[in-house]
């Protein structure tokens, strides 16, 4: 399931929390976005055809809730980046990101414990 950029920041929302109807995610996107109401509800009809999200009957509105877990969707995600970008290796992402950032070390941490679980296997 492909999700645009503009569909991803609904997401973000509905997965913060959910249900929420159309006017519940303007205001949580209103500092992010300057949308109008219309383009939200596009995003949203297209998030539903893809199946998404759902929605709910509530009174004379929708209440809206994420069918696609965002765990799923940050893996495609990550592996589509590695994919096309570093040909599936991880080593020149790593070293990528690491000349244009200092490494913490935190990440320094985790990455030699990635390293480590990794050896043991």
């Given amino acids: 399931m492909n999700i645009s950029d503009a569909e991803a920041q609904i997401m973000e929302v509905l997965w913060d929390r959910a249900p929420q109807s159309t006017d519940d995610i303007a205001t949580a ?69 690491s000349s244009e950032r200092k490494l913490s070390e935190a990440d320094l941490k985790a990455l030699k414990q990635l390293i480590r679980e990794h050896e043991n296997d």
Avoid: C
């Avoid at 929605?55 to 969707?73: C, F, I, M, N, T």
């Fill in 29 to 97: 996107l209103q500092d992010r976005q300057d949308w109008q109401l219309a383009t939200i509800k596009t995003l949203l009809n297209r998030l539903l055809n893809k199946g998404a999200i759902s929605a709910e009957k509530d009174g004379r509105r929708y209440l809206y809730s994420p069918v696609l877990q965002r765990e799923h969707w940050l893996k495609r995600q990550s592996m589509g980046l590695l994919d096309r970008l570093f040909g599936g290796s991880l080593a020149p992402l790593v070293a990528q990101f």
